[in-house]
Nanobody, 124 residues
Framework: QLQASGGGLVQAGGSLRLSCAASGRTFSRNVISWFRRAPGKEREFVGGITWSRGTYYADSVQGRFTISRDNAKNTVFLQMNSLKPEDTAVYYC????????????????????WGQGTLVTVSS
């Protein structure tokens, strides 16, 4: 089970840190990624982290967002800086069940387990 938290309301230019806490089993060997769905838009890939802490980001967040993981806490973090109104969305974390994958799949169909989502609202 995955649970995303940390969303909220922030002004443009501000920062938020989202957490994705896993329970029931360890996910230290799995890719964990973040996706988001903005109002009226399709769900899109934000970024992800491999078991070896390799990361991959969408162009729209590259340089502003950072993903990290704490395997001891079975938690993945999404640090979001320099937030823009267009970052407003419900953010979801997801786990790929294939272990020891050395790349981050950007397609949602590659992920088997999803968290419930947390809302991020960026005001202008």
């Amino acid at each position: 089970q995955l649970q995303a938290s940390g969303g909220g309301l922030v002004q443009a230019g501000g920062s938020l840190r989202l957490s994705c806490a896993a329970s029931g089993r360890t996910f230290s060997r799995n890719v964990i990624s973040w996706f988001r769905r903005a109002p009226g838009k399709e769900r899109e890939f934000v970024g992800g982290i491999t078991w070896s802490r390799g990361t991959y980001y969408a162009d729209s967040v590259q340089g502003r967002f950072t993903i990290s993981r704490d395997n001891a806490k079975n938690t993945v973090f999404l640090q979001m800086n320099s937030l823009k109104p267009e970052d407003t969305a419900v953010y979801y974390c997801a786990a790929d069940s294939t272990e020891f994958k050395d790349y981050v799949p950007p397609l949602s169909r590659d992920y088997d387990l999803w968290g419930q989502g947390t809302l991020v609202t960026v005001s202008s």
